[in-house]
């Protein structure tokens, strides 16, 4: 009964034993995780995630590194500036390991020489730099800061994604005299923007006299053009309606003279206009003998008609002398 119970107690830990010694072999590993295994102290392998399988009592997890982005704050510094300012500063590192063998065996502690070597980077970046190009050139300090721990870094297995300044913090009397100096850019900027508006304010006045101007004259010059238009038109229907006229009465005088030709085709009408003609002739001439003390008397009138008229002016004229 004692062997029996000896056998079986036996066996139980024969079977916890290898039970044990399977759960040891079989080795789950996280997603973004890595492993680093040893056998008998000597680097063997890096697991990565899933299952794996080791040898239980030769082989031993040695180091668990994370693979993921890793966000470490870096403690503030008093750094002096190329113009000797004493300025506080502290930032924040983003680094991950890529390589898990270098990570455990290039470094004692990586986590701790990352953050380290970012402050002597960056007080050697601030260092050659004035007060005023630090808030102006925050993103090239950023970037120096990563390149130079990156080229340190590479034998360690990790690499520095980024560096970010958190903060900037010079000495009161400092900071007073940058707010004074701000608030006198600011004011003058005011000037600027106040100057500038009165200037396009005036332009934009002096434009819109100048538009109501052309605008004007160009109303004139419409009104001018079209009372010429108007008046060289009245001009040309008058003298249409005076061509007109003139041809009527041309008409009119040609139709008279034509009439008159056809009755001085008459014998009776041509008597009659003989002597119509020669009462003129005498009225116009007792008019001169008026006027005059010399009476002229043409040679070429012959008629009895023109000696009569002759003697009249004459006995008229005598009287006068």
Do not use: C
Not at 18 to 39: D, G, K, N, T
Not at 210 to 234: D, P
Request: charged content about 25%; overall charge negative.
């Amino acid at each position: 009964m004692d062997y029996i119970s000896s056998s079986l107690v036996t066996t139980i830990v024969i079977v916890v034993f290898f039970v044990l010694l399977l759960r040891m072999a079989f080795i789950i590993v996280p997603q973004q995780h890595a492993y680093v295994v040893e056998r008998l102290g000597k680097y063997s392998r890096t697991l990565n995630s899933g299952l794996n399988i080791i040898i239980p009592v030769l082989d031993k997890i040695a180091y668990r590194h994370s693979l993921k982005e890793i966000p470490r704050d870096t403690a503030a510094q008093t750094v002096i500036t190329k113009d000797n300012i004493s300025v506080t500063v502290d930032g924040i590192v983003y680094y991950r390991v890529i390589d898990p063998k270098q990570a455990s065996y290039g470094v004692e502690n990586y986590e701790f020489a990352i953050t380290k070597l970012a402050q002597t980077t960056l007080r050697s970046a601030l260092g050659s730099r004035e007060l005023d190009a630090i808030f102006e050139e925050r993103d090239q300090l950023n970037s120096a800061v990563s390149e130079g721990v990156n080229q340190a870094a590479e034998t360690w297995g990790v690499q520095l994604l980024r560096y970010e300044i958190k903060d900037i913090n010079p000495p009161e009397s400092v900071m007073a005299a940058m707010e004074q100096q701000m608030k006198a850019e600011r004011q003058k900027r005011a000037s600027i923007l106040e100057a500038e508006g009165a200037k396009a304010s005036e332009i934009a006045k002096s434009e819109g006299e100048k538009q109501s101007k052309i605008l004007t004259a160009e109303g004139e010059a419409r009104q001018i053009t079209l009372e010429a238009t108007a008046k060289a038109e009245a001009i040309r229907i008058n003298a249409q309606a005076q061509a007109e006229a003139i041809r009527i009465n041309a008409e009119a005088q040609a139709k008279q003279f034509a009439a008159i030709g056809e009755a001085l085709n008459e014998s009776n009408n041509q008597m009659a206009m003989s002597y119509d003609v020669t009462l003129k002739d005498i009225d116009a001439k007792k008019a001169i003998a008026k006027e005059s003390s010399v009476i002229v008397l043409p040679d070429q009138g012959n008629g009895l008609a023109s000696l009569l008229a002759q003697s009249k002016v004459v006995t008229d004229r005598i009287p006068k002398i």
